[in-house]
């Protein structure tokens, strides 16, 4: 989970067995391109997905001078079935192609 605030100076790969929850701000600068997969290790419901959190208290946010890439099969984290495996509620910017 990132839970502050975080700046990368370089292209950065983020990957993990279940999810990944964005919870504050996420960033490539200087034209870095920005990868998420979420759900390495496992298959099928609840497999493992990204979920960018804008809800209460939480500003997740994700930008990238570069490329933005997200793969990701089902989030665990909610109890929806097959139907969530990226969620984007808060602000999401790449600035070069979603991938």
Same mark, same amino acid.
């Given at each position: 989970m990132i839970g502050v605030d975080t700046d990368k100076i370089s292209d950065t790969i983020i990957s993990a067995?279940?999810?990944i929850?964005?919870?504050a701000k996420l960033a490539t600068l200087g034209g870095h391109s920005?990868?998420?997969i979420a759900g390495s290790s496992n298959i099928g419901?609840? !497999?493992g997905g990204v979920w960018v959190d804008h809800?209460?208290?939480n500003t997740g946010q994700i930008s990238s001078t570069g490329f933005l890439t997200i793969s990701a099969k089902d989030l665990y984290a909610t109890d929806l079935i097959d139907t969530d495996a990226i969620r984007l509620e808060g602000r999401? !910017?790449?600035?070069?192609?979603l991938l």
């Open positions: 067995t279940r999810d929850i964005i919870r920005l990868t998420l419901v609840g !497999a809800t209460g208290t999401s !910017a790449p600035r070069g192609r």
